[in-house]
């Protein structure tokens, strides 16, 4: 059975910096994209930042996330990173990592779900 499992949230000052992680197991990792989405209170899940199968170079970011978050996979860990600098208070949410067969941007295009990791940016 796939598991995906997030760490790595925390509370953090705004210009500051996290690095989330997702592990995953139960699937062939290797043959998967991953994304990462958030979702804030009252809002709906959005895209935050995918990295394909192939994924040096190939790799997509929101708008929102260009120049400040940075999305890595190990495959012999098993384990997908989104490196996220100069946070703002406007970036407090549950983020979650999925996996799915295709690098997309639509969150229904992935199969697989991890229960989430709270990032809170403190103003």
């Known amino acids: 059975q796939a598991q995906l499992v997030e760490s790595g949230g925390g509370l953090v000052q705004a210009g500051g910096s996290l690095r989330l992680s997702c592990a995953a197991s139960?699937?062939?990792?290797?043959?998967?994209?991953m994304g990462w989405f958030r979702q804030a209170p009252g809002k709906e899940r959005e895209f935050v930042a995918a990295?394909?199968?192939?994924?040096?170079?190939?790799?997509r970011y929101a708008d929102s996330a260009k120049g400040r978050f940075t999305i890595s996979r190990d495959n012999g860990k098993n384990t997908v990173y989104l490196q996220m600098n100069s946070l703002k208070p406007e970036d407090t949410a549950v983020y979650y990592c999925?996996?799915?067969?295709?690098?997309?941007?639509?969150?229904?295009?992935?199969?697989?779900w991890g229960r989430g990791t709270q990032v809170t940016v403190s103003s």
């Open positions: 999925a996996a799915g067969s295709l690098m997309m941007i639509q969150a229904d295009g992935y199969d697989y």
């Open positions: 139960g699937l062939t990792f290797s043959r998967y994209a």
């Open positions: 990295v394909a199968v192939s994924w040096i170079g190939n790799t």
